[in-house]
């Protein structure tokens, strides 16, 4: 092919092509390396053409021809032309095959070139983003020393001037007046210092000495502290505190806004950075050389406001024979009696008189207590041509009790109302508490029901608290009294066998079986499990009381008759026989008095108690306690904390006091 020019896009270069296997391709300039994309040349008239247009002698075009033509012609200049390039097409050929094989060529494949481009925009890439970061971390160190020196509190006007010297004049930054009429002026450069002051010395007054040694102690820290000694105190050069740089007289709106900034006090919760993010730490190199970052306060533990979990009262076996419906008790108490008693005691008259009926006959143990009733008081009494109800109504009164029917099939033994108020009374004597009023609120709130409310006032006559509410609501707050008085060791007023059944003073141990000896039961007959019992608690100075709600439940009625194995060694083996068929426990509750009820009968038993806590569970213990037992008002809880002795005073079933005293005093 004929050899063609073409012209660098980049710096003008004229290049001569004579190989026709770079037509097509991207070369890189051999003057200044950009890539050149060689075309051949179009037919333009402008071009210059050798001999005539028609008859071109193809011998006649040489590279010699064409320099001497455009010698002539003046339009050739010799440095336009590359000598790298071969002359010859032998030599085009050649000269292509050394810049393939030598990398040093400045025609390189394309492929390699772009390799090159390639790597040349990742390396201004990486210095891009290399000179990002490190302005960046010039700008965080430079705001951080502004704010630094911002919040040492002082600014140019506001300098300390000893010796009588009046405050600057604010007419222009860093000028000011002294008292002695002469002018001074604080162009120092200012510096950072280590706690973001500068001392700068201020001009002298055209009068002054001027000597070495005024400068020094004006500047010298040391000297400052000895307050010039051995120098005239006239001569004590003034310096100024300078912890920011002199405001513009007139800035312009930009200024305005920064030196504004810089003027206001700094906020320490907003203006200081005293360590950085957790994800900027590993660049800490990057935002400063000598930055102080401190480590941040360990976060502080909350305080445990977590309700307390109690395990709920298991459910009852449904493996129990099922309840007998509701008997008519009113109409077994009609039927006709006639009885002769003569010292016979409470308890043995009313269970010989509902064991002729078969009524589920019960003894409210509590109520008793509360009238300080025994079963044990004798009576005496002829009852002829007289029924069974007007017979145990005989009976009841005598001893200072009822009979209530309020749940139906049973018949429940309670005291009286007066009986109660009596017993009561010295309890709510209030002459040893040293503040009544606040130990009758402890005690409301301690007996406060739901379903039995009450209201209570102070006598200011007799120091008695009076009570509106039923004998059951007197109990309680007797009870709660008595727990106050428990709690801050002072005397109790009612007596303990009749109390402590309800009231303890720590962890709630729960009722035991009863000690009991070998018997052997009397009988060929099947008789009610009631008489059974009855002969096992003779032998032991005891009367056992069953909880007939709690039994018919389990589906044990007064009716239903057994003929137990006779000999008997321990209270297990009488359970066996007697009870475990309907799920029933025997327990000793004191005072000679056994009582037969069920597992859950137990556990619902309710009682009050004293209890000391542990320091870290005093934070919202009432609330705690409240929220784990479901209540949705803790005012609700029948709790209180005694502010005399610091205990924990409530009123809860026995299964929920165990868990609570485990619970407050930190046991596992």
């Not at 064991?355 to 009576?379: C, K, R, V, W």
């Amino acid at each position: 092919m004929d050899a063609f020019f073409i012209n660098c896009t980049t710096c003008s270069k004229r290049l001569k092509v004579r190989d026709e296997s770079m037509i097509g391709q991207i070369f890189a300039c051999p003057s200044c390396n950009a890539m050149v994309l060689v075309e051949p040349p179009h037919t333009d008239p402008t071009r210059l053409t050798i001999g005539r247009r028609d008859d071109v002698d193809s011998q006649a075009i040489t590279s010699e021809t064409i320099r001497d033509e455009l010698e002539s012609e003046g339009g050739f200049d010799g440095d336009t032309v590359d000598e790298t390039l071969p002359t010859s097409d032998e030599d085009a050929s050649a000269s292509q095959a050394d810049d393939l094989l030598n990398p040093s060529s400045p025609w390189k494949p394309s492929s390699y070139q772009g390799y090159r481009q390639f790597g040349m925009i990742a390396l201004v890439s990486l210095i891009a983003i290399v000179s990002s970061v490190a302005i960046f971390g010039l700008f965080v160190q430079s705001s951080l020393e502004k704010q630094h020196t911002d919040a040492s509190g002082t600014s140019v006007e506001q300098a300390s001037l000893e010796d009588g010297s009046a405050d600057p004049d604010p007419a222009g930054p860093g000028e000011g007046s002294l008292t002695d009429g002469t002018e001074q002026v604080a162009e120092a450069p200012i510096e950072n210092s280590g706690v973001g002051t500068t001392s700068v010395e201020s001009a002298q007054p055209p009068d002054s000495s001027g000597d070495e040694e005024a400068k020094t102690a004006a500047t010298d820290p040391v000297q400052r502290e000895r307050g010039g000694e051995g120098d005239p105190p006239s001569e004590t050069p003034v310096s100024l505190e300078i912890a920011a740089p002199p405001v513009n007289a007139n800035p312009d709106a930009a200024e305005r806004i920064f030196s504004d900034a810089a003027a206001a006090p700094a906020d320490p919760a907003t203006n200081t950075m005293e360590s950085l993010p957790d994800a900027l730490k590993p660049f800490a190199n990057i935002f400063g050389e000598g930055l102080q970052i401190e480590p941040a306060a360990p976060p502080r533990e909350p305080v445990q406001q977590r309700p307390f979990q109690f395990r709920p009262l298991s459910k009852p076996s449904d493996r129990y024979p099922e309840p007998q419906p509701p008997m008519d008790i009113a109409k077994r108490l009609e039927q006709p009696l006639s009885m002769n008693l003569q010292a016979a005691s409470l308890g043995e008259t009313l269970f010989a008189l509902a064991g002729m009926t078969s009524i589920p006959l019960t003894i409210d143990m509590q109520s008793l207590d509360s009238a300080g009733i025994g079963l044990d008081q004798e009576l005496s009494g002829r009852y002829l041509d007289t029924s069974v109800g007007e017979a145990i109504g005989k009976v009841l009164s005598d001893g200072g009790c009822s009979l209530s029917l309020a749940i139906p099939g049973q018949a429940i033994v309670k005291a009286a109302e007066d009986r109660v108020t009596r017993f009561t009374a010295p309890a709510l004597s209030l002459a040893d508490f040293k503040e009544p009023q606040r130990a009758a609120d402890l005690a409301t709130q301690l007996s406060q029901r739901t379903d039995d409310p009450l209201a209570t006032s102070i006598d200011p006559q007799t120091n008695t608290l009076s009570i509106d509410g039923s004998p059951a609501a007197r109990w309680r707050v007797a009870i709660a009294l008595e727990a106050l008085r428990l709690s801050r060791q002072l005397p109790l007023t009612l007596p303990q066998e009749r109390t402590m059944r309800w009231l303890c003073r720590g962890k709630p141990t729960g009722w035991k079986p009863p000690e009991m000896k070998d018997v052997v039961l009397e009988g060929d007959l099947p008789r009610p499990i009631q008489h059974w019992l009855d002969q096992v608690a003779r032998q032991h100075q005891a009367t056992v009381l069953i909880d007939w709600p709690g039994a018919w439940r389990n589906g044990l009625t007064p009716e239903f008759t057994i003929l137990p194995w006779p000999s008997h060694g321990s209270v297990d083996s009488l359970e066996q026989e007697l009870l475990s068929n309907f799920g029933l426990l025997l327990r000793d509750i004191g005072g000679g008095y056994w009582i037969v009820t069920s597992e859950q009968g137990f556990a619902m038993s309710e009682r009050t108690a004293v209890l000391d806590f542990d320091a870290n569970a005093k934070e919202r213990l009432l609330e705690r306690l409240a929220l784990g037992m479901g209540y949705a008002d803790p005012a609700e809880l029948p709790a209180v904390i005694d502010p005399v002795s610091n205990r924990l005073i409530i009123r809860q079933p026995d299964y929920m006091l165990v868990q609570i005293a485990d619970a407050v005093s930190g046991a596992k």
